[in-house]
């Protein structure tokens, strides 16, 4: 599986952007996806994460209410609306693949990753 995650950039605080990740897998639409996170110095984070149905969907506290994590598995895409963006949410954004069933909240469940984008919140 190859993941390649785009959609980053630089926005000032309170605006918007969405990454998209899109996937090389011929059983996407088995796949757990999720989207991590890691700021400068700063360990690896979960941001959200949708189950392969979309039925079920985590999101991180940090960014509920505000992100929203969605999957089109005809196209084999998971994307990630990020709405009034706070300095805090600048970091390289990665989308990941997980087999199991279950999104899971913790990097090491997630079997391949992607490059990662950049997002730059400014003031």
């Known amino acids: 599986v190859q993941l390649q995650a785009s959609g980053g950039g630089s926005v000032q605080a309170g605006g918007s952007l969405r990454l998209s990740c899109a996937a090389t897998?011929?059983?996407?639409?088995?796949?757990?996806m999720g989207w991590f996170r890691q700021a400068p110095g700063k360990e690896r984070e979960f941001v959200a994460a949708?189950?392969?149905?979309?039925?079920?969907?985590n999101y991180a506290d940090a960014v509920k209410d505000r992100f929203t994590i969605s999957r089109d598995n005809e196209r084999n895409t998971v994307h990630l609306q990020m709405n009034s963006l706070k300095l805090e949410d600048t970091a390289v954004y990665y989308c990941?693949?997980?087999?199991?069933?279950?999104?899971?909240?913790?990097?090491?469940?997630?079997?391949?990753w992607g490059q990662g984008t950049q997002v730059t919140v400014s003031s």
């Open positions: 897998a011929r059983t996407f639409s088995s796949y757990v």
């Open positions: 949708i189950s392969s149905s979309s039925r079920t969907i």
């Open positions: 990941a693949a997980d087999r199991t069933s279950i999104p899971a909240t913790y990097a090491h469940y997630y079997d391949y």
